[in-house]
């Protein structure tokens, strides 16, 4: 199918269903349709160089570390929800309870939405348990980081995955 050329203009319906076609198999082959003025031409996608595979490599284990690093947060309590927007509201419940002190407990609603009375104790092991997880994290990410700059071909940088935890 490389090189394969459609020319312009794609009027009929024979033409846009080959043309269709082509697109399909390039999705699946590792190639792209190009304009080239006059007309298409099925052209592979030219493999990524070593470096732009570890750029590649890289910039995906950043995504999976900060995927994670936002997950729930599981405690003796529950499981809390831990995006920015929960980080902040739990801080603020946080800060809440630390400003009255006559107030013990505030009733937090957890990931699964159960209702928990949580003290400023819970909400520190909330942090505690996130901040434990974020420097495992952190670590992963900087070994399999030294993996990939330690690889020597494109194949062993695409062989280094995220482990399943």
Not at 21 to 42: F, L, M, P, S
Not at 55 to 79: A, M, Y
Not at 152 to 162: C, D, G, K, L, M
Request: aromatic letters at 8%; glycine letters at 2%.
């Amino acid at each position: 199918m490389i090189g394969t050329k459609f020319y312009k203009p794609l009027e009929s319906e024979k033409q846009l269903d080959a043309y269709s076609q082509a697109a399909e198999w390039c999705n699946n082959n590792n190639a792209t349709i190009e304009d080239k003025g006059e007309y298409y031409e099925v052209v592979a996608i030219p493999a990524p160089t070593l470096d732009e595979a570890k750029e590649n490599k890289i910039n995906e284990l950043k995504s999976v570390r900060d995927t994670k690093e936002v997950e729930p947060v599981q405690t003796g309590k529950g499981l809390f929800d831990y995006d920015d927007k929960s980080r902040d509201r739990l801080a603020i419940a946080r800060q809440s309870l630390t400003d009255n002190p006559s107030a013990e407990s505030i009733v937090w609603t957890t990931a699964d939405n159960q209702r928990v009375a949580m003290t400023i104790a819970d909400f520190a092991e909330i942090n505690s348990m996130a901040a434990y997880r974020s420097n495992r994290l952190h670590v992963k990410y900087n070994d399999l980081k030294a993996e990939v700059n330690a690889a020597q071909t494109v194949e062993e940088v695409e062989a280094i995955h995220w482990p399943e935890d």
